[in-house]
Nanobody
Framework: EVQLQASGGGSVQAGGSLILSCAAS????????IGWFRQAPGKEREGVSC????????YYADSVMGRFTISSDNANNTVYLQMNGLKPEDTAIYYC???????????????????????WGQGTQVTVSS
């Protein structure tokens, strides 16, 4: 059974940091990409970052570039999202998801599409106060 377990959310003040974890099981981790998405109240879900566990390529939304860092511990089937310089606009529920492949679209575009991900974990709340 495929499972993705997201954790690490919390409440911080602006400028603070959090580390989110996504523990995966039930599939060959090295063959998948793991993405982080977020959804704020009243807003559409958006792709935050992604790491392709097979080659280590990483992708980031412009809004988090330079502040967030995604990494993968393949030995422990866990992906981390280090979030620094948090802003109130980062407040959202964060989800991790797994993708077996991005299809024919360019990776730089496809990684942020929820449709290329087949399994999703439960969300973890991140709240940033000003």
């Amino acid at each position: 059974e495929v499972q993705l377990q997201a954790s690490g959310g919390g409440s911080v003040q602006a400028g603070g940091s959090l580390i989110l974890s996504c523990a995966a099981s039930g599939f060959r981790f090295d063959d998948y990409a793991i993405g982080w998405f977020r959804q704020a109240p009243g807003k559409e879900r958006e792709g935050v970052s992604c790491i392709d566990s097979s080659d280590g390529n990483t992708y980031y939304a412009d809004s988090v570039m330079g502040r967030f860092t995604i990494s993968s511990d393949n030995a422990n089937n866990t992906v981390y999202l280090q979030m620094n310089g948090l802003k109130p606009e980062d407040t959202a529920i964060y989800y991790c998801a797994s993708s077996p492949g991005f299809g024919p679209l360019p990776r730089t575009v496809a990684w942020a599409l929820g449709s290329v991900y087949d399994y999703w974990g439960q969300g973890t709340q991140v709240t940033v106060s000003s």
